[in-house]
């Protein structure tokens, strides 16, 4: 079946066919990460709908929206090889009219962790994710883990908004040498590339720990390490589901994870862990 690129509500519909539809929603510059998510939604449906959108609302004034890698002709070849049967690809006029009003609220769980670093972020994912919900109207979508509060908080919507979309976590796709992929890697010089491989380190070196004053510990000692080249945001030992930091006696499924600057360039990886009084173990 031949590639069929949508931009607008028309043009969806238009391209719809029957049976279940998936949606992996990117900002594009696609990379192994995204080609997994893609994988997944192919098994698990009939119609796979990528969206390609770089979404000024979930950029700060001070961030990188402007210089946000734009590829839009190789992540075609990209989708096409994956065998994607629909590229939605709206242009922000699309999707947002000058006079809106109306947004999704992430609430306390949006202010916290990655949120506290970057207000007003997970509102504007929230809104277009629910934006594209509505649009694509797919019954599942895929997201990775390499965003976990993010994960987090999509279940959190479609929970307290009772959205009718079943939503599937993706594990973290990494470099040989453990740099998560990401779209921002390209802007990482050589040496910028060394340095952020403490993140993946920090977080196995943590993740060898059992408790979790010791893996906190652990995780920021390897971090401290990389000096002054790697400006930490936060390391941050959290509930999956709620992203609230846990407590000393706290048991089962854990997320530790970090946000740092290399260079110009900002960097977010994490592993989930099972803690438990007496073992702890990678998951
Ligand atoms: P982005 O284009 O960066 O907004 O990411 C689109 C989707 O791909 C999100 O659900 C991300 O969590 C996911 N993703 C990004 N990088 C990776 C990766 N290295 N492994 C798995 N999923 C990823």
Redesign the pocket.
């Known amino acids: 079946m031949e590639l069929i690129v949508a931009r607008n509500r028309e043009e969806l519909v238009k391209a719809r066919r029957s049976g279940t539809v998936a949606l992996?929603?990117?900002?594009?510059?696609l990379?192994?990460?995204?080609r997994?998510?893609i994988r997944l939604a192919r098994v698990r449906a009939d119609q796979v709908v990528v969206s390609i959108f770089v979404n000024p609302l979930q950029f700060g004034p001070n961030e990188d929206f402007s210089r946000y890698p734009r590829t839009f002709d190789a992540d075609l070849d990209v989708c096409r090889a994956e065998g994607v049967d629909v590229v939605f690809h709206p242009s922000a006029e699309e999707m947002y009219a000058p006079d809106r009003q109306v947004s999704v609220s992430a609430g306390e769980m949006g202010r916290i962790v990655e949120g506290a670093a970057r207000p007003g972020h997970f509102d504007g994912v929230l809104t277009v994710v629910l934006k594209l919900f509505n649009l694509v109207q797919p019954d599942l979508a895929?997201?990775?883990?390499?965003?976990a509060q993010?994960?987090a908080l999509i279940r959190r919507m479609v929970a307290d908004l009772d959205l009718p979309i079943e939503i599937l976590g993706?594990?973290?796709?990494?470099e040989p040498d453990g740099l998560?992929?990401?779209?921002r890697n390209r802007y990482l010089s050589d040496e910028d590339r060394q340095v952020a491989l403490t993140l993946s380190r920090a977080l196995r070196a943590g993740a060898a720990r059992l408790t979790p004053a010791e893996i906190r510990a652990e995780a920021r000692k390897v971090l401290d390490e990389a000096g002054p080249a790697l400006d930490v945001d936060y390391l941050a030992l959290v509930d999956p589901a709620t992203f609230v930091e846990v407590g000393d006696d706290y048991e089962g499924l854990a997320v530790l994870a970090v946000a740092a600057r290399v260079g110009t360039t900002r960097l977010i990886d994490n592993v989930t862990l099972t803690l438990n009084p007496r073992t702890t173990t990678p998951a």
């Open positions: 992996v929603p990117t900002m594009g510059a990379h192994e990460g995204h997994s998510l895929v997201f990775g883990q390499k965003d993010q994960l993706a594990p973290t796709v990494r998560a992929m990401s779209s």
